[in-house]
């Protein structure tokens, strides 16, 4: 009610008081009083809230401040390129803002870390969920058999065989697609009853790796595993060597035979040249031979080259020996898998370092290098820096990418995430994990290269846990230093580390590595190997939603979309066996 009198009520109000009166002095000071007390409790409450929001504010910027996490050793990019990296992107509406210009908003990535931050905090006391570290149980039910041979369909080869000429090839790419050029060049050479000339490997500008097959695999080993097969030699015989192949029309490029060609195409089109030249010679070939329609037999020699004729050499086995002794804490039982991963290392006792009891561990893809981000056309929330600098590399390593881009309109960033052909973040992919129910102190192996943004994008993740290692971390420098310079040789350890692993997370199932490591997995693992493997368009789709989606919608959704693609079925049609090898040409079902 208002101080002064009022006309309309003259009865209800005191006598005025003189200003210099004790009454006076009194009223006055009770007004003060009650004026003071509205603000006061007022302003008690915006503390109150302040102080909450800054609590808040602290809390969530330690999951991505770089600072926080000092002893996950990841090399970095330069500070420009981390500082543009130090947000993943979580909705499409985040895309098109920062499609216009504008900086993406940071709270709602902050806000599902937080909440899994306090979602892993409640679950130490839980159980883990049963199915975590298992496959179904109908896996069991496939057991490797690509190795048998049928001796009336596939023979001995005798000195006459392969005597339709020989076949070499330059196999492009990293390790992973060479892998796979070395095995469809095995099949091609039985189709055409040729010999084939150990593969040799082209320098990459991306993947800057000298090695050659000798460096990687076991040579040896390969021509008389194979043996029964095909017929393998080192090398062209000298009368061979001096031809100019390019003159006389036995030089095969990419463009002259189609991505997965059918084995008709190879008879139709490469079979006249052989036995006109004696010679072919394959330069590139990525992928050129289709998964269907093809006979039986070859199939099964496709497999069987990849899971059972392909050995790393002694110092590759030897390392990746020790790195699965420091993970799991103890030397890896003789399986199947180790002795085609480590040979006669996965029993020979080797000093360990300082990890000396048993423990599971679970190994991460994180398929995040900068030629991926790069390659991908995707936005990472790192703005006019981020855009500069992967244009810069784009031009550099992928020109024949920025002349499409300069020259046809392309898909958006918002479209290219909303059907899943983005790669997921480090920090995407950390709530994936903290959503099936791996818990804090799971011990997480990081497998790749050099993460782009370095250790300020790994932030969220090392936070969330803190039990990540890598090989650079478990590996001394003298123990590393043969490998230095050799990313073919690094990513083996890297294989050996993923397909040994407890449980295996991809982040980018169009990764080629990580559909190796599956295969591999799926094959040798007998159910007791599970790889999860994310539906990325799906994934979007929930990740739209996190602005109001709460933790247990969030993991439910998830669990569910997880949970989908561990099913066990057989492999469909055209689907490479090198990344689903469940089928009979491969594997064979125990209760047939």
């Known amino acids: 009610m208002p101080e002064a009198a009022s006309p309309s009520l003259p009865q209800l109000l005191p006598p005025p008081a003189s200003a210099s009166s004790p009454a006076a002095s009194v009223l006055r000071a009770r007004r003060r009083r009650r004026a003071w007390r509205r603000p006061r409790g007022l302003l008690c409450w915006g503390a109150l809230v302040?102080?909450?929001?800054?609590?808040?504010?602290?809390?969530?910027?330690?999951?991505?401040?770089?600072a926080t996490r000092p002893h996950f050793r990841l090399r970095r990019h330069p500070p420009r390129a981390a500082a543009a990296a130090n947000a993943s992107l979580s909705t499409l509406e985040e895309v098109n803002a920062a499609e216009k210009g504008k900086r993406p908003h940071q709270v709602m990535l902050t806000r599902l870390l937080a909440l899994a931050a306090h979602a892993l905090a409640e679950a130490e006391s839980r159980p883990e969920p049963k199915d975590l570290w298992k496959e179904p149980i109908n896996a069991t039910l496939w057991k490797p058999c690509s190795d048998q041979r049928d001796r009336e369909a596939s023979g001995n080869v005798s000195s006459s065989e392969g005597a339709n000429g020989y076949i070499i090839i330059s196999a492009n790419?990293?390790?992973?697609?060479?892998?796979?050029?070395?095995?469809?060049?095995?099949?091609?050479?039985?189709?055409?009853?040729?010999?084939?000339?150990?593969?040799?490997?082209?320098?990459?500008?991306?993947?800057?790796?000298?090695?050659?097959?000798?460096?990687?695999?076991?040579?040896?080993y390969f021509i008389k595993y194979l043996k029964p097969d095909i017929r393998i030699v080192k090398e062209l015989p000298l009368e061979l060597q001096s031809l100019d192949l390019e003159a006389i029309g036995s030089l095969v490029n990419d463009t002259d035979?189609?991505?997965?060609?059918?084995?008709?195409?190879?008879?139709?089109k490469i079979l006249p040249i052989l036995l006109k030249n004696r010679v072919v010679h394959f330069v590139g070939f990525g992928n050129r031979l289709s998964f269907d329609p093809i006979p039986f037999q070859l199939q099964r020699l496709r497999c069987r080259?990849?899971?059972?004729?392909?050995?790393?050499?002694?110092?590759?086995?030897?390392?990746?020996?020790?790195?699965?002794?420091?993970l799991h804490g103890h030397m890896p039982h003789l399986s199947p898998l180790q002795d085609n991963l480590l040979g006669h290392f996965a029993g020979k006792s080797i000093h360990s370092g300082n990890r000396n009891e048993s423990s599971k561990y679970l190994a991460v893809h994180l398929r995040f290098e900068i030629d991926m981000v790069a390659y991908s056309?995707?936005?990472?929330?790192?703005?006019?820096?981020?855009?500069e600098e992967l244009e810069m590399y784009r031009q550099i390593h992928f020109p024949a990418l920025t002349e499409i881009k300069r020259t046809t309109k392309l898909p958006s960033a918002a479209f290219l995430r909303s059907e899943g052909k983005c790669p997921l973040a480090p920090e995407e992919a950390v709530l994936m994990l903290a959503a099936i129910g791996f818990k804090r102190g799971t011990s997480i192996y990081i497998a790749g290269a050099e993460i782009y943004g370095g250790r300020h994008r790994m932030a969220a993740i090392s936070r969330l846990y803190p039990a990540l290692v890598t090989k650079e971390t478990l590996l001394s420098p003298s123990e590393l230093e043969p490998f230095r310079n050799f990313s073919s040789q690094l990513a083996a350890l890297d294989f050996i580390?993923?397909?040994?692993?407890?449980?295996?997370?991809m982040t980018d199932p169009g990764s080629q590595f990580s559909s190796l490591v599956q295969g591999y997995r799926m094959?040798?693992?007998?159910?007791?190997?599970?790889?999860?493997?994310?539906?990325?368009?799906?994934l979007a789709s929930i990740l739209v939603k996190n602005a109001t989606i709460e933790w247990k919608e969030f993991e439910t959704r998830v669990?569910?979309?997880?949970?989908?693609?561990?099913?066990?079925?057989?492999?469909?049609?055209?689907?490479?066996?090198?990344?689903?090898?469940?089928?009979?040409?491969?594997?064979?079902?125990?209760?047939?």
């Open 173 to 220: 790419g990293g390790i992973n697609q060479q892998r796979v050029a070395i095995c469809n060049a095995v099949t091609i050479s039985r189709l055409l009853n040729a010999t084939l000339v150990i593969p040799k490997f082209l320098y990459s500008n991306v993947w800057l790796d000298k090695s050659q097959f000798r460096d990687i695999y076991q040579e040896d």
């Open 497 to 505: 580390a993923c397909a040994s692993a407890d449980a295996f997370a």
């Open 377 to 387: 056309m995707c936005y990472f929330g790192g703005g006019k820096d981020e855009e």
């Open 257 to 268: 035979v189609m991505k997965e060609a059918k084995p008709s195409i190879y008879v139709k």
């Open 523 to 538: 094959y040798y693992g007998g159910g007791d190997l599970p790889t999860l493997r994310p539906n990325k368009r799906r």
């Open 305 to 326: 080259c990849n899971f059972h004729a392909l050995r790393f050499v002694h110092k590759i086995q030897e390392t990746g020996a020790l790195l699965v002794k420091r």
């Open 50 to 66: 302040a102080f909450f929001f800054l609590m808040n504010w602290w809390m969530f910027s330690r999951l991505q401040d770089p």
């Open 559 to 592: 669990n569910k979309l997880i949970q989908q693609t561990k099913q066990v079925h057989e492999r469909p049609i055209a689907r490479s066996i090198f990344r689903h090898p469940r089928c009979p040409e491969c594997m064979c079902r125990t209760d047939n």
